[in-house]
């Protein structure tokens, strides 16, 4: 058989793809990556940059707003979406150098721009070149689903594709989709000065949270402004530039028309998976989503997948580590596996709303035996100086005080997760956080706090008397 001309051929140059081409240039393989738009993909130009940096100047405004409550006389700000957009692209501008084709090319990447097919199970052809490799990667992400809904087809929307191009006022937002896009560009459009309706059938916002954490974010929101229809799906949208309409279905109810100046379709992601000739490669789609075991192989044994086209969780974070595992495996034959157990989020909406392992809704159906303590940011004194007291932490253990998940909604949670991370990766109990101690005032004493929980409530009258008893201590006797 004839040599390959590369050890690894990657295909999409997203978070997942350009640290597979990163690494492998590294490690001293020759590298080919091949990319269809720009190098950065959804994260950069679409999804976790232009979101976060949307949410800063949303942010921003919100403060001058709320400035009064810190006892700041400050004017209601002058709002320009325009201006926030602006600055949306040039954080993008800021951060690109660091996924320039020129900065791969200088690590010795041949990258190659253009669609490309497989042709047979080991030749990926692009414009009339057929490029052979040791290994492929496919990393083509995922794009927004649009839902088929009567009339959307033919009514102007916006997806996290267009939305940032956005220049002109936004007056009235319709949020098709409570899940953590749409609840983000919910706050970040309200605290612009729209006014956002948001739409979804499921029964609370950020369905793959416990309902009591989700209700924290969405009570925010709607102090805010922001509008919920939920438990009502949309049957049809019609209209055109300015003015959308949008029909919401609810079993026993008449008809509801909502109208909006701008649509925003937020109802989930679909994996590109399309025009990559992935039959003749011999590799396996199962209901949408390639087949790939728990190396990340498909069922091309010369072919790995990794980032959004996998799955399960979509974010830039698993993709970056499910490409270290592609890494591992692709190159030196490791039998690295995906993480699954430890794998922390965070929604970005404020307050923040950040899990790692188990919620208590999946503790309970999988009929796993746990206990539940919760501790409110309103007792955390820096929480109470910082005007953050919205929120709560909540841990999820096993009957042995071993941390099976976490989640806090409130300030700041997307960094504080990563205490109960680590203490998850590593096995400890809740006895091992409250015996650590944690710099006062800071919103982390939290973390401590909701530990103790558990020690207080096993504290029984009746292990009290006993104590009392064996050290000879006087205090009031309890029932
Ligand atoms: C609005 C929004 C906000 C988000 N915020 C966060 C966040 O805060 N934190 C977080 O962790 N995640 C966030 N995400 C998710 C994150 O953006 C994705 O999980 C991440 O980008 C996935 O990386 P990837 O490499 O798998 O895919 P992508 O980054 O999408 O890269 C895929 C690349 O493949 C290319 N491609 C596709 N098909 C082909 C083809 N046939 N040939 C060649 N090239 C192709 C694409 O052009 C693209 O460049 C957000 C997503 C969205 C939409």
Redesign the pocket.
């Known amino acids: 058989m004839s040599r390959s001309e590369f050890d690894l051929c990657v295909?999409?140059?997203?978070?997942?793809?350009l640290v597979v081409a990163a690494g492998g240039a590294a490690l001293g393989a020759k590298v080919a990556l091949?990319?269809?738009?720009?190098?950065?993909?959804?994260?950069l130009y679409?999804?976790?940059v232009p979101?976060?940096a949307l949410l800063y100047s949303a942010k921003a405004a919100y403060t001058r707003h709320e400035a009064a409550t810190a006892g700041i006389d400050s004017p209601s700000p002058a709002i320009a979406l325009g201006k926030a957009m602006e600055r949306v692209a040039s954080v993008i501008r800021a951060i690109e150098p660091h996924d320039s084709p020129e900065r791969f090319r200088s690590m010795g990447v041949e990258v190659i721009f253009g669609?490309?097919r497989f042709i047979d199970p080991a030749r990926f052809s692009i414009d009339g070149r057929e490029l052979t490799a040791r290994r492929f990667v496919l990393?083509?992400?995922?794009r927004p689903a649009v839902p088929p809904i009567e009339g959307l087809q033919q009514s102007p929307y916006l997806t996290?594709e267009t939305v940032f191009d956005l220049r002109e006022p936004v007056p009235r937002l319709l949020v098709l989709g409570a899940g953590p896009?749409g609840v983000?560009?919910a706050q970040a459009f309200g605290r612009l000065g729209s006014a956002v309706t948001i739409v979804d059938q499921a029964a609370q916002v950020l369905p793959h949270e416990d309902a009591d954490m989700a209700g924290i974010i969405q009570s925010r929101l709607t102090g805010e402004g922001v509008e919920f229809h939920l438990n009502r799906s949309v049957s049809r949208v019609e209209g055109a530039a300015g003015m959308i309409r949008v029909q919401l279905q609810h079993q026993g109810e008449s008809e509801t028309w909502l109208e909006g100046t701008h649509l925003l379709i937020a109802v989930g992601r679909k994996p590109?998976l399309e025009?990559?000739g992935l039959e003749a490669a011999g590799v396996v789609v199962e209901d949408g989503r390639l087949k790939t075991d728990e190396h990340l192989r498909t069922s091309n044994r010369s072919i790995y997948a990794?980032?959004?086209?996998v799955g399960p969780y979509?974010?830039?974070?698993t993709?970056e580590h499910q490409a270290g595992v592609v890494l591992k495996n692709a190159l030196f034959h490791w039998p690295a596996k995906v993480e699954s157990r430890v794998v922390p989020?965070c929604t970005?909406t404020d307050p923040e709303l950040a899990r790692v392992g188990l919620s208590e809704t999946e503790a309970r159906e999988r009929a796993i035996r746990y206990e539940a303590y919760a501790f409110p940011f309103a007792d955390i004194d820096r929480a109470v100086t910082d005007g953050a007291i919205q929120g709560r932490a909540k841990i999820i253990t096993g009957p042995d005080g071993k941390i099976l998940g976490a989640a806090i909604a409130g300030a700041n949670a997307g960094e504080l997760i990563h205490e109960y991370a680590l203490a998850l990766a590593r096995n400890l109990k809740a006895s091992d956080l409250t015996g650590l101690i944690h710099v006062y005032p800071t919103l982390a004493q939290i973390n401590r706090k909701v530990a103790e929980q558990r020690q207080k409530q096993k504290l029984t009258p009746v292990a009290r008397r006993w104590i009392q008893r064996l050290f000879g201590l006087r205090g009031e006797r309890r029932a």
């Open positions: 295909v999409g140059g997203g978070s997942a793809g091949v990319e269809r738009h720009a190098l950065g993909g959804d994260c679409y999804g976790c979101s976060k669609e490309g990393a083509t992400g995922s996290n896009i983000e560009l590109n025009n990559l990794c980032g959004d086209v979509l974010f830039t974070h993709a989020w970005f």
